[in-house]
């Protein structure tokens, strides 16, 4: 059973849908539970055409709302007991939260396992929300059999704050599947882009965290040695509005295309990504874009350094928009350079983040979990 608490675009719903797509159903009955997409996130199921099943859980979603909190956990319990799982499998925080706390009075004692596609750790909470999240998230991890983290420097971050022991924990990095990817010139016809400028992309929520407005300036810092070159950024969020506004003067070279189902053209027609973010997991947006065959400038967080390799097969900065202009421009002026790091990053991404991977691993993760409740169960018996 597993429980998120939206669909919205990003990480977690695509490792969601290529899990969904590839779990052996001989083996396992694995069913979805999930809340609405709201506001201007962007509902995978909708702009994805997905006719993945899902079980609807009434009051499930980001925002704390105590009644509907009560509701979904009311919910959930009811739907623990009717489908009786041996593993209740949470993700994201708020399902984290409401799905171990039903799993926990439905009675039916399941095994427990959750996944931190990131944490709240930086860039989101004010020191006294930061300290409630840690105490929370400690007493959910005594209540857990699996931590499941997408790198290794995400789950140290965990245990840094306490979160959790070191045997609990399993680092599963993302499982990412990409369709079709059409050549750099059609990419480009098709978003109306110059078939020869520099372009860099932005795939993401334009949210906070992900600091857009550090984006625009290293933009702006990149135009003045770079003039001819396009910014093409691939999501929305409460900050759009901002973003607009901040754009104003540089209009011309920006391309603001809302949320989009081909994150492979996106990518197709840049010569690059550029993330920007104070605080992530494993970014999905750089593995697409390796995948691709397109290297990134990333500032280094959370475990951004397991996907970009150095002077390998991109470039990590720290925040200062000068660094990150600096890498950028080297990048895009030094086409040799962007070609030998963009086939590495292909290769590298292809064969360390394929969504076959993550299906293999969840599934032997599922069966340990199965065979230790199993062991539980004997050993209550026998007493």
Request: aromatic letters at 4%; hydrophobic letters at 40%; glycine letters at 8%.
């Amino acid at each position: 059973m597993d429980v998120i608490a939206r669909m919205n675009i990003g990480g977690p719903a695509t490792q969601l849908t290529g899990l969904c797509a590839q779990l052996n159903n001989d083996t396992f009955d694995h069913r979805l539970y999930t809340g609405d997409v709201s506001g201007d996130e962007g509902d995978h199921f909708l702009l994805r055409d997905s006719a993945m099943p899902v079980h609807r859980v009434p009051g499930l979603g980001r925002s704390i709302k105590p009644a509907d909190d009560v509701r979904a956990v009311a919910h959930l319990i009811k739907a623990i007991r009717t489908f009786r799982p041996h593993i209740v499998h949470t993700r994201t925080t708020k399902a984290g939260l409401l799905g171990r706390v039903a799993a926990r009075l439905s009675g039916i004692n399941p095994a427990m396992a959750h996944v931190f596609h990131g944490h709240l750790l930086y860039g989101h909470f004010s020191p006294p929300k930061r300290f409630v999240y840690v105490r929370t998230e400690r007493l959910l991890a005594s209540m857990s059999d699996r931590l499941v983290t997408v790198g290794a420097r995400v789950r140290d971050e965990l245990l840094e704050a306490g979160i959790g022991r070191r045997e609990q924990y399993i680092v599963t990095p993302p499982g990412v599947g990409l369709g079709p990817v059409p050549s750099r010139e059609d990419a480009r016809r098709s978003l109306g882009l110059p078939p020869d400028a520099p372009v860099v992309a932005f795939v993401g929520r334009l949210t906070q965290v992900k600091r857009p407005d550090r984006f625009v300036a290293t933009a702006r810092a990149v135009l003045r040695q770079v003039p001819d070159c396009h910014f093409v950024v691939c999501g929305d969020g409460e900050l759009r509005e901002q973003m607009e506004q901040a754009v104003t003067p540089m209009r011309a070279s920006f391309h603001l295309l809302g949320w989009r189902n081909d994150v492979a053209t996106i990518c197709s027609a840049a010569d690059m990504v550029l993330l920007t973010s104070d605080n992530e997991g494993m970014p999905v947006a750089l593995i697409e874009a390796g995948m691709v065959g397109r290297p990134c400038v990333s500032t280094r967080v959370g475990s951004v350094a397991e996907v970009i390799k150095h002077e390998q097969t991109g470039l990590v900065s720290s925040a200062d928009v000068g660094e990150l202009a600096k890498h950028t421009v080297r990048l895009l002026t030094d086409p040799d350079l962007r070609h030998r790091m963009g086939e590495a990053a292909r290769d590298w991404t292809t064969a360390s983040f394929g969504v076959e991977r993550l299906v293999a691993d969840t599934e032997a993760m599922y069966r340990s979990l199965y065979e230790e409740r199993r062991a539980r169960a004997s050993a209550r018996r026998a007493r």
